[in-house]
């Protein structure tokens, strides 16, 4: 994924395509400890009531330094 394309999905994270999402979901494999990612691909997995969002939620929380991010 390009810079440019991520800082777009970051900015517009509330409206994360399915295929977006599981993209972001591939650069959690490759960046493990990116707080933002993490966050990115809850909100994507939640908003796409995908399986795996409960999953994902508790990740985020472990890599989350502020819990009102989640929020």
Do not use: W
């Amino acid at each position: 994924m390009e810079k440019e394309h991520f800082l777009d999905l970051a900015k517009n994270y509330t409206s994360l395509t399915v295929e977006e999402t599981l993209a972001i979901d591939e650069l959690q494999q490759t960046y493990p400890y990116s707080q933002v990612i993490h966050c990115m691909a809850t909100r994507g997995a939640q908003d796409h009531h995908l399986e795996k969002s409960a999953a994902l939620l508790g990740l985020s929380a472990v890599y989350a330094t502020d819990r009102s991010v989640l929020k």
